[in-house]
């Protein structure tokens, strides 16, 4: 965000868009949300996911 804050999305269900709204709200995993104005948001960035393949 423009203030220097992270807000984690450990996956797309912690993320909603509002239609026509210039916010997105994420949640976090005790209930809680922030709506966070898209303008402010200066990058994104994308975790890579872990193998989580077993070996057989």
């Not at 993320?15 to 209930?31: E, N, R, T």
């Amino acid at each position: 965000m423009a203030d220097g804050r992270e807000y984690r999305v450990p996956h797309r269900d912690y993320l909603s868009f509002p239609p026509k709204a210039p916010y997105v709200i994420v949640y976090d995993d005790v209930g809680h949300f922030t709506a966070l104005p898209l303008q402010t948001m200066t990058g994104l960035r994308v975790a890579v996911a872990e193998n989580r393949t077993s070996e057989k």
